[in-house]
């Protein structure tokens, strides 16, 4: 299994950026989707998901309403279009694969595949 992250780089704040994560090795129709971002000295925290069972999607307080997470089952794919950043969503950011219930859905435990992690930096 590997999943594939990119898409990360520097803007400005107020920018755009657009991350996708291209599975392999699993079918991502089975797998709760998720990003995941750390920043330094920071735990890792999740910022969206889309499940597998109904393809509804999840977003952190932090990012509602500025970030959308979709997928492409078909080509094996999970996007993050990040819309208004902050120079607090600076960090690294991972895409993640599991099987999830409702109250661990924002729970790194609860993902067991995972991306190598594209860095994201917003100057102000």
């Known amino acids: 299994v590997q999943l594939q992250a990119s898409g990360g780089g520097l803007v400005q704040a107020g920018g755009s950026l657009r991350l996708t994560c291209v599975a392999s090795?699993?079918?991502?129709?089975?797998?709760?989707m998720a990003w995941f971002r750390q920043a330094p000295g920071r735990e890792r925290e999740a910022v969206a998901t889309?499940?597998?069972?109904?393809?509804?999607?999840y977003y952190s307080d932090s990012v509602k309403g500025r970030f959308t997470i979709s997928r492409d089952n078909a080509k094996g794919t999970v996007d993050l279009q990040m819309n208004s950043l902050k120079p607090e969503d600076t960090a690294v950011y991972f895409c993640?694969?599991?099987?999830?219930?409702?109250?661990?859905?924002?729970?790194?435990?609860?993902?067991?595949?995972w991306g190598q992690g594209t860095q994201v930096t917003v100057s102000s």
């Open positions: 993640a694969a599991g099987r999830p219930i409702s109250s661990t859905l924002f729970s790194s435990r609860a993902y067991y595949h």
């Open positions: 889309v499940r597998w069972t109904n393809s509804n999607t």
């Open positions: 090795g699993l079918t991502l129709r089975d797998y709760t």
